[in-house]
């Protein structure tokens, strides 16, 4: 990797995973991401260097990074909640019998796992 302007943050890819890499008052940061290469992970990566960039011209950055870390989720899900969500979200596009069959599943689901 070459240097990057100042005031850049650099997206790089290090064993198949998303990295951002700066400088910033003379320090050098590292920020791995854990993110595979895909291309729905480097729209989040850009995003996530322009916010540090953003932040550093306006004065708001945080040395410590925990800012820009990814969030993990902290609650639990479970098979009956995944299957929920996707119904939920497949809902509109379905045909009436198939959402029928989608709650009998969401209830068998319930019965066995809840």
Not at 13 to 19: E, G, I, P, S, T
Not at 41 to 59: H, L, P, R, S
Request: with cysteine; net charge positive.
């Amino acid at each position: 990797m070459g240097k990057t302007a100042k005031g850049n943050v650099a997206v790089i890819l290090f064993r198949n995973r998303l990295v951002l890499r700066w400088s910033h008052g003379g320090k050098r940061h590292t920020l791995y991401l854990g993110l595979p290469d895909t291309v729905g992970n480097w729209i989040v990566a850009e995003g996530k260097a322009c916010q540090i960039a953003g932040d550093m011209a306006t004065g708001n950055f945080d040395p410590t990074l925990n800012k820009y870390r990814p969030k993990v989720a902290t609650e639990s899900v479970t098979i009956v909640n995944l299957f929920e969500a996707f119904h939920k979200f497949r809902q509109h596009d379905l045909r009436p019998s198939t959402n029928e069959k989608y709650r009998a599943i969401a209830v068998r689901l319930k019965q066995h796992f809840a």
